[in-house]
């Protein structure tokens, strides 16, 4: 791989040439108290606490990010315990909720500071075109379960929300450079004043070094990535105006060419910008006003090249009434794309526009002091298959201030994309693969019970049990010129559980488990040769323990133990990893870490594709984070 460009370098060092951000080691840790505090936005659309909330809800907070050593978005949402993280290759990624973990994961919805960063011709996540800024997070939002209600179609199996500081929070210079054996990067942001108001501009530029396949051979996927972006903020959250957005590019090595067609790099690149406005309104109730557009960009000669232009906008209103706290809704998008053939796939027609349109809303009773009931709809038009009926009924009983009881009913589907539709294998006829002109949405029924619980301040925990039953799974049929049809149906249940416990001040020790257990069959008539073993390579466990230690005031100890069960289909073997990050406090500006990942493990399958046999290394690091 390339060295960091030297003109890049000289647009990054300028920005940390400022003082006035708090170093990380200036910033306490928060206690378990403190966390069950966190106001959280995902499971109601506005501010409550993280004890208050009736759902599988995991925060990752700004301090988890910086302990664990992550540089991308992807190895943070490791830190979740209800999250299926598999490393597909260097830059690429299977994340998914509950289940059905592919390499496109439709039926997980992510959000970037409310824009929403799935692909709508596939309803899945380019996990490799996602960067973020990791030290100007706030916080991540987990949320395991349905979220149609709120967010709509795709948010079936969960609903992963990133939230980053406003500029007011992230002021003066920040420097971070870093790299190993298995990747190299260098980031920097520069926050101030700007009038009544605060802005922060930041850039990065991170390399990431190929993998070797289960053969031993060098895979052709290492990658050179650069981003950077902006956010404006005038006011605050209940009377303020937000601007933001972000610029990036990224290429992957040179793959060469398969027999006579050339394949080249894989590249990518986009940009994006947000406004928002919030506004408190004379009777107590707020309005806010959100809009987006988005530009992707993505050209891959093996499987085909897609260029999107979306344009996104929302509008909220929220009041409270007596003892109803009333939140609703419309938004409505516009996604315009081209998507060129690849030697394997092609789209017809290869160009298109279509539009979703909705209106929500959700209603919060309190019943009782301790008693509160939630019912809410949304009612989600698309191109395909016209109007969605997605609700969602919650009861939660708080018997005392350090615990709650939850229980939820839900009805959420994934939309047909263009990818159900409208691809076909080879590009052009004769096809063995069709999309389905009748492909329908995908339903999921949901029933959740959960108990969240501070016994006393050293420890905290959750426990979520779910059952879902799915109906108009997608599958397949035999070729030649198979369609794509929804010929399977059957359950999905399983247990969600993680706690911490604040050993000693300096220590805090955590854990997480998650099981599952599907049982899909095909429906009578299907001729899908596969059958349900398409629908996501799953383990039926997975659990992970950490602990975070303060040996001495400037020095840290991380060490994390995660271990998944073995993968079915492809079969991947199980695996356990172990992590460490230790951290020295060079002064109160200056951290110098070393972080070491599959500390014990040359090197692990993690998951495996069609196009992907890639295992993933051992791997050092040194980071170097400056706040001048």
């Known amino acids: 791989m390339k060295k960091i460009p030297t003109c890049l370098l000289a647009v990054l060092a300028p920005l940390v040439q400022a003082a006035g951000t708090p170093s990380p080691r200036e910033l306490a840790t928060l206690s378990l108290e403190?966390?069950?505090?966190?106001?959280?936005?995902?499971?109601?659309?506005?501010?409550?606490?993280?004890?208050?909330?009736?759902?599988?809800?995991?925060?990752?907070?700004?301090?988890?990010?910086?302990?664990?050593?992550?540089?991308?978005?992807?190895?943070?949402?490791?830190l979740a315990?209800?999250?299926?993280?598999?490393?597909?290759?260097?830059?690429?990624?299977?994340?998914?909720?509950?289940?059905?973990?592919?390499?496109?994961?439709?039926?997980?919805?992510?959000?970037?500071?409310?824009?929403?960063?799935?692909?709508?011709?596939?309803?899945?996540?380019?996990?490799?075109?996602?960067?973020?800024?990791?030290?100007?997070?706030?916080?991540?939002?987990?949320?395991?379960?349905?979220?149609?209600?709120?967010?709509?179609?795709?948010?079936?199996?969960?609903?992963?929300?990133?939230?980053t500081r406003p500029?007011?929070?992230?002021?003066?210079?920040?420097?971070?450079?870093g790299g190993g054996n298995r990747e190299a990067g260098a980031s920097a942001r520069y926050g101030g004043e700007l009038g009544t108001g605060n802005f922060r501009l930041y850039a990065r530029a991170s390399q990431l070094q190929n993998t070797r396949n289960t053969a031993g051979a060098s895979v052709a996927d290492g990658w050179d990535r650069t981003q950077a972006g902006f956010r404006m903020d005038w006011g605050d959250q209940q009377d303020g105006v937000?601007?933001?957005?972000?610029?990036?590019?990224?290429?992957?090595?040179?793959?060469?060419?398969?027999?006579?067609?050339?394949?080249?790099?894989?590249?990518?690149?986009?940009?994006?910008?947000?406004?928002?406005?919030?506004?408190?309104?004379?009777?107590?109730?707020?309005?806010?006003?959100?809009?987006?557009?988005?530009?992707?960009?993505?050209?891959?000669?093996?499987?085909?090249?897609?260029?999107?232009?979306?344009?996104?906008?929302?509008?909220?209103?929220?009041?409270?009434?007596?003892?109803?706290?009333?939140?609703?809704?419309?938004?409505?998008?516009?996604?315009?794309d081209d998507i060129q053939p690849g030697v394997f796939f092609g789209f017809n027609p290869a160009g298109t526009t279509m539009g979703w349109a909705n209106l929500f809303a959700q209603d919060e009773v309190e019943l009782t002091q301790a008693l509160k009931l939630t019912l809410g709809a949304k009612l989600?038009?698309?191109?395909?298959?016209?109007?969605?009926?997605?609700?969602?009924?919650?009861?939660?009983?708080?018997?005392?201030?350090?615990?709650?009881?939850w229980g939820g009913l839900s009805r959420a589907v994934r939309a047909p994309a263009r990818l159900d539709r409208e691809l076909f294998l080879p590009p052009r006829a004769p096809f063995l693969i069709a999309g389905g002109p009748d492909f329908d949405s995908e339903v999921a029924k949901v029933a959740e019970l959960g108990y969240r619980a501070q016994p006393n301040p050293s420890v905290s925990y959750s426990v979520t049990v779910f059952r879902h039953w799915w109906d108009k799974l997608r599958s397949g049929q035999k070729p030649p010129n198979a369609h794509v049809q929804n010929m399977i149906d059957g359950t999905t249940q399983g247990l969600e559980a993680w706690g911490q416990w604040q050993a000693m001040p300096s220590l805090r020790l955590s854990a997480g488990l998650t099981t599952l257990h599907k049982d899909l069959k095909l429906k009578p008539g299907s001729t899908d040769p596969d059958g349900p073993k398409n629908l996501g390579d799953d383990p039926t466990h997975q659990w992970v323990l950490r602990a975070a230690w303060t040996l001495l005031q400037r020095h840290e100890l991380d060490v994390s133990v995660r271990h998944v069960g073995e993968l079915p289909v492809p079969a991947v073997q199980a695996y356990t990893a172990v992590d460490l990050r230790y951290a020295i406090g060079l002064n109160p500006q200056t951290e110098l870490a070393l972080s070491a990942t599959n500390l014990f493990d040359p090197s692990h399958v993690e998951f495996i594709t069609s196009m992907s046999r890639s295992e993933i290394p051992r791997a050092f690091a040194l980071t170097l984070r400056w706040t001048p």
Do not use: C
């Open 81 to 163: 315990p209800n999250l299926q993280v598999g490393r597909l290759d260097a830059g690429q990624y299977a994340i998914s909720a509950r289940g059905f973990n592919n390499a496109i994961g439709n039926k997980l919805l992510v959000l970037v500071d409310g824009r929403t960063v799935y692909t709508p011709f596939f309803s899945g996540v380019f996990w490799d075109q996602q960067d973020v800024m990791l030290d100007d997070v706030d916080r991540i939002e987990v949320v395991s379960g349905p979220g149609a209600t709120l967010w709509g179609a795709n948010a079936v199996n969960g609903v992963i929300n990133v939230i």
């Open 380 to 405: 989600e038009h698309n191109d395909f298959t016209g109007t969605e009926a997605l609700p969602t009924l919650r009861l939660a009983w708080k018997p005392g201030s350090s615990d709650l009881l």
């Open 242 to 336: 937000t601007l933001q957005g972000d610029i990036y590019e990224g290429k992957s090595e040179d793959r060469g060419s398969l027999g006579p067609f050339p394949l080249g790099a894989v590249k990518v690149s986009g940009a994006n910008i947000l406004g928002r406005w919030t506004h408190a309104l004379g009777d107590g109730s707020s309005l806010r006003i959100q809009a987006y557009v988005d530009h992707t960009r993505r050209i891959d000669a093996l499987i085909y090249s897609p260029k999107a232009d979306i344009l996104d906008v929302e509008i909220q209103h929220a009041r409270q009434i007596g003892r109803h706290d009333i939140v609703w809704g419309v938004g409505y998008r516009r996604a315009k």
């Open 34 to 78: 403190d966390l069950a505090n966190i106001e959280v936005i995902s499971t109601s659309r506005h501010a409550e606490r993280l004890s208050d909330a009736a759902a599988s809800i995991f925060v990752i907070t700004a301090e988890d990010i910086r302990r664990s050593g992550a540089t991308t978005l992807p190895e943070a949402l490791r």
């Open 167 to 177: 500029a007011s929070h992230s002021q003066g210079g920040l420097g971070v450079a």
